[in-house]
Nanobody, 122 residues
Framework: QVQLVESGGGLVQAGGSLRLSCAAS????????MGWFRQAPGKERQFVATISWSGSNTYYRDSVKGRFTISRDNAKNTVYLQMNSLKPEDTAVYYC???????????????WGQGTQVTVSS
């Protein structure tokens, strides 16, 4: 079992920045790829970014490319999502998730955090 806890969400003005963190505990000795998803009210959960175990491979949804950066510190069992130039349409609950390999669909992830709210005001 792997437990994931997100933090770092909050309220920010458009154009601002936030850094989300996802701390993993439990069977963290296993090599998991990590992903970030988000879900806005009334909408389906959508893929945001993913990173391989080594950190050498990263992938993003088109709408966040150039603004968001996913990274990880395996020594700290933590994954980050640096979000810059935030827009009101980025408002959502953000979730981190763990999978055995780099994947892009929510049903392919094995473990999920509880989510952290990000609200971007215009």
């Amino acid at each position: 079992q792997v437990q994931l806890v997100e933090s770092g969400g909050g309220l920010v003005q458009a154009g601002g920045s936030l850094r989300l963190s996802c701390a993993a505990s439990g069977r963290t000795s296993s090599s998991y790829a990590m992903g970030w998803f988000r879900q806005a009210p009334g909408k389906e959960r959508q893929f945001v970014a993913t990173i391989s175990w080594s950190g050498s491979n990263t992938y993003y949804r088109d709408s966040v490319k150039g603004r968001f950066t996913i990274s990880r510190d395996n020594a700290k069992n933590t994954v980050y999502l640096q979000m810059n130039s935030l827009k009101p349409e980025d408002t959502a609950v953000y979730y981190c998730a763990a999978a055995r390999t780099v994947v892009f669909h929510q049903w392919e992830y094995d473990y999920w955090g509880q989510g952290t709210q990000v609200t971007v005001s215009s």
